[in-house]
């Protein structure tokens, strides 16, 4: 039987273990960080795998060992399947998969659940501060988190553990998440595997942790824990954080503060990444600008106060897509732009590699093509001024990998699109670079990847449109 985590499976998860990092609660932070939104807690999964494990098992138990890889994360709404296969007579083997990809392996060895005198206090965690530490905190960090249970949602979310398990170990797991999530790391988190064993010495109600390693050159720390129910390694990762775009001051010193003067400039997608910096671009440029967020209203609030503390103007407004176009000209008023920057787009590396889904395929190109046609065609309503667009390709197209067939199709739709578009419309110039892999939140990687930065190039890319109207 397959389960799909919705964001109140979520937010009742965070209340249980005080596990509220963003990542997992949060769907505008989120969709600036490594996984392009919301992803489940690891301890979360674990958890409900053990839940499905337990509910064939009819006496309590206690588990003597327990490691776990969590491989890849599994996203909200996502189908995911649970497999339990029996390895000994006291072993189990679980793994839980989403479209055939793994998501978490997880081996255990357990015995008849022995009596335990420990309490542990009913209650929720006291919600803390999300940490953000420094890799020489990491080095040295412990402390020790209170243990407790909150028995009426951890039977709704896990009924079969809650009654089959000792508390001390549900406690204890709920705590290493809570670990994990909001102090070590902390904010950048991100929970790589367990290595546990039953602990038989007695404890307060509370899990002890050490820093044992942290090893900077790939961000990999090891905590060692102690608690009544377990003692043992814990292993995280520490994210990419979302990467900031170039301020408007440095953009200003390689523009020329007339290079764009007398266009009225329209940025689709311009809160973050590739469309911020042709935000600030055209405005250092002398450009007017109006630019669209999809959710991030902060993050586009943040990108005018910027401008505006710089001495410039740009404003911004809420639109999707795929569903606003109609309502364009409410929104931008008695405006009409001369030029027009579509960065539309959903998280591009959610593929499975090798294995091409017209699923996919079909949500990129609502973005690329179906969004792209629908702006482009309320933009003409808003008047006949229209004369240049901007719309990023991908060197994907001719590369083609594995990870990203889907795009690398949608984006060759959309230069297709584009053509015909031009075609239509002769005195509209529309370009379509083939960009490499530029340093945005989209491209964000646990590895080091080489990324340009992304202002000379979207700058270019606003000249050489320009360019070939400008011709005597």
Same mark, same amino acid.
């Given at each position: 039987?397959?389960?799909?985590?919705?964001?109140?499976?979520?937010?009742?998860?965070?209340?249980?273990?005080?596990?509220?990092?963003?990542?997992?609660?949060?769907?505008?932070?989120?969709?600036?960080?490594?996984?392009?939104?919301?992803?489940?807690?690891?301890?979360?999964?674990?958890?409900?795998?053990?839940?499905?494990?337990?509910?064939?098992?009819?006496?309590?138990?206690?588990?003597?060992?327990?490691?776990?890889?969590?491989?890849?994360?599994?996203?909200?709404?996502?189908?995911?399947?649970?497999?339990?296969?029996?390895?000994?007579?006291?072993?189990?083997?679980?793994?839980?998969?989403?479209?055939?990809?793994?998501?978490?392996?997880?081996?255990?060895?357990?015995?008849?659940?022995?009596?335990?005198?420990?309490?542990?206090?009913?209650?929720?965690?006291?919600?803390?501060?999300?940490?953000?530490?420094?890799?020489?905190?990491?080095?040295?960090?412990?402390?020790? #988190?209170? +243990?407790?249970?909150?028995?009426?949602?951890? *039977?709704? =979310?896990?009924?079969? &553990? %809650?009654?089959?398990? !000792?508390? @001390?170990?549900?406690?204890?797991?709920?705590?290493?998440?809570?670990?994990?999530?909001?102090?070590?790391?902390?904010?950048?988190?991100?929970?790589?595997?367990?290595?546990?064993?039953?602990?038989?010495?007695?404890?307060?109600?509370?899990?002890?942790?050490?820093?044992?390693?942290?090893?900077?050159?790939?961000?990999? #720390?090891? +905590?060692?824990?102690?608690?009544?129910?377990? *003692?043992? =390694?814990?292993?995280? &990762? %520490?994210?990419?954080? !979302?990467? @900031?775009?170039?301020?408007?001051?440095?953009?200003?010193?390689?523009?020329?503060?007339?290079?764009?003067?007398?266009?009225?400039?329209?940025?689709?997608?311009?809160?973050?990444?590739?469309?911020?910096?042709?935000?600030?671009?055209?405005?250092?440029?002398?450009?007017?600008?109006?630019?669209?967020?999809?959710?991030?209203?902060?993050?586009?609030?943040?990108?005018?106060?910027?401008?505006?503390?710089?001495?410039?103007?740009?404003?911004?407004?809420?639109?999707?897509?795929?569903?606003?176009?109609?309502?364009?000209?409410?929104?931008?008023?008695?405006?009409?732009?001369?030029?027009?920057?579509?960065?539309?787009?959903?998280?591009?590396?959610?593929?499975?590699?090798?294995?091409?889904?017209?699923?996919?395929?079909?949500?990129?190109?609502?973005?690329?093509?179906?969004?792209?046609?629908?702006?482009?065609?309320?933009?003409?309503?808003?008047?006949?001024?229209?004369?240049?667009?901007?719309?990023?390709?991908?060197?994907?197209?001719?590369?083609?990998?594995?990870?990203?067939?889907?795009?690398?199709?949608?984006?060759?739709?959309?230069?297709?699109?584009?053509?015909?578009?031009?075609?239509?419309?002769?005195?509209?110039?529309?370009?379509?670079?083939?960009?490499?892999?530029?340093?945005?939140?989209?491209?964000?990687?646990?590895?080091?990847?080489?990324?340009?930065?992304?202002?000379?190039?979207?700058?270019?890319?606003?000249?050489?449109?320009?360019?070939?109207?400008?011709?005597?």
């Amino acid at each position: 039987m397959s389960h799909a985590f919705s964001l109140e499976d979520q937010e009742l998860f965070a209340r249980l273990s005080g596990d509220y990092n963003p990542i997992h609660i949060d769907p505008v932070a989120a969709r600036r960080m490594i996984f392009g939104g919301p992803v489940v807690h690891g301890i979360h999964v674990l958890l409900l795998a053990l839940d499905r494990w337990l509910e064939r098992e009819t006496p309590s138990v206690r588990l003597k060992n327990l490691t776990a890889k969590f491989r890849t994360p599994a996203h909200l709404n996502e189908p995911i399947e649970f497999a339990a296969i029996p390895v000994t007579s006291d072993g189990v083997k679980i793994v839980v998969t989403a479209n055939q990809v793994k998501l978490l392996i997880a081996t255990l060895s357990y015995q008849k659940q022995r009596e335990s005198s420990r309490a542990i206090p009913c209650e929720v965690p006291v919600r803390g501060t999300c940490q953000d530490r420094s890799a020489a905190e990491l080095i040295t960090l412990g402390g020790r #988190l209170e +243990l407790c249970l909150e028995r009426s949602i951890a *039977s709704r =979310l896990f009924p079969h &553990v %809650l009654e089959q398990l !000792p508390a @001390e170990q549900v406690c204890g797991l709920l705590a290493m998440s809570r670990l994990i999530g909001m102090e070590a790391p902390g904010l950048h988190s991100i929970f790589a595997g367990l290595d546990l064993k039953d602990s038989d010495e007695e404890h307060d109600p509370v899990l002890i942790y050490r820093s044992e390693s942290y090893d900077e050159r790939v961000s990999l #720390l090891n +905590l060692r824990i102690a608690a009544p129910g377990f *003692s043992g =390694l814990l292993t995280a &990762v %520490l994210r990419p954080t !979302p990467k @900031e775009q170039a301020t408007i001051a440095a953009i200003r010193a390689i523009v020329r503060p007339d290079e764009f003067r007398g266009e009225r400039a329209l940025v689709v997608g311009g809160s973050r990444g590739l469309g911020e910096v042709a935000v600030k671009g055209l405005v250092a440029g002398g450009a007017q600008v109006k630019f669209t967020y999809h959710v991030g209203a902060a993050d586009a609030e943040r990108v005018v106060s910027e401008i505006v503390a710089d001495h410039g103007a740009a404003e911004c407004f809420a639109y999707d897509v795929l569903s606003n176009a109609a309502d364009l000209q409410t929104r931008v008023g008695a405006w009409s732009p001369t030029l027009l920057c579509y960065f539309a787009t959903p998280f591009i590396f959610s593929a499975i590699k090798g294995q091409f889904s017209p699923n996919r395929f079909f949500d990129f190109c609502d973005y690329y093509v179906r969004g792209l046609h629908n702006t482009f065609q309320a933009a003409l309503r808003l008047g006949n001024e229209l004369r240049y667009i901007l719309c990023p390709s991908s060197s994907a197209i001719e590369e083609l990998p594995l990870e990203l067939e889907e795009y690398s199709a949608a984006k060759s739709a959309a230069e297709t699109l584009c053509r015909c578009l031009e075609k239509a419309h002769p005195g509209i110039r529309i370009h379509c670079p083939r960009w490499p892999r530029l340093a945005t939140d989209e491209t964000a990687s646990l590895l080091t990847i080489d990324t340009q930065d992304p202002a000379e190039t979207v700058l270019a890319a606003l000249r050489e449109m320009r360019e070939p109207l400008r011709q005597p």
